[in-house]
């Protein structure tokens, strides 16, 4: 993977192990020559995310609407930055510029993203790898109530365990490496993008 985008907090959070673990997380894309793709911000854990690239002589991509420019601050160290007209744009662009995505601590704009980009999947729209870093245990609802849809029938358990989780930055790297994309279903006649 050359490209990953991370989906998380525009707010710092509470937690200092969050906190930490974003930075590293930057810190080891960057040392593992994968790019950033982001919200393009300097504040939360978006930024916290970027910086340890940053510090690291790591390539970042910051995505990010004209309308929140001045709200979550632009990053003004970024490899590039694209500013679009809306979130759908912003969405798509990210999307297209990302070989996975990692999901990490946020609020409901991460779920969102996570959310879209889970059903993308669902539906054979794409066959990148999706990641959910789980530090200190922060998804462990999420990942429960989504074993609720399963056995109440609403979610295809196949579709569930395209999910890779893992608890250690490393591990879900790993997990996300060597994933293996779900077969497109066969009611849907399309390449996938």
């Keep these: 993977m050359?490209?990953?985008?991370?989906?998380c907090g525009s707010s710092l959070g509470s937690d200092q192990t969050i906190i930490d673990q974003a930075y590293q997380l930057g810190s080891h894309m960057a040392n593992k020559n994968i790019t950033l793709v982001y919200g393009g911000a300097k504040i939360g854990i978006m930024g916290t995310v970027a910086q340890g690239v940053i510090d690291?002589?790591?390539k970042t991509i910051g995505?990010?609407?004209?309308f929140?420019?001045?709200?979550e601050i632009i990053h003004e160290d970024l490899t590039e930055l694209i500013q679009t007209?809306?979130?759908?744009?912003?969405?798509?662009?990210?999307?297209?510029?990302s070989d996975g995505f990692m999901v990490i601590p946020g609020g409901f704009g991460t779920m969102d993203e996570f959310f879209e980009i889970a059903t993308w999947g669902q539906l054979g729209l794409h066959g990148k790898p999706i990641g959910v870093l789980n530090i200190s245990g922060y998804y462990d609802f999420l990942l429960k109530q989504s074993k609720v849809m399963v056995e109440r029938g609403f979610l295809k358990q196949e579709n569930l365990d395209a999910i890779l989780v893992d608890d250690s930055i490393e591990g879900l790297l790993e997990k996300m490496h060597?994933?293996?994309?779900?077969?497109?279903p066969k009611w849907?006649?399309?390449?996938?993008?």
């Design 2 to 7: 050359n490209s990953i985008s991370v989906f």
């Design 56 to 58: 690291n002589q790591g």
């Design 63 to 66: 995505i990010i609407p004209h």
């Design 68 to 71: 929140l420019s001045s709200k």
């Design 85 to 97: 007209q809306t979130m759908h744009d912003r969405k798509v662009i990210i999307y297209e510029k």
């Design 178 to 184: 060597n994933f293996k994309p779900l077969p497109i």
């Design 188 to 193: 849907l006649n399309l390449d996938r993008v």
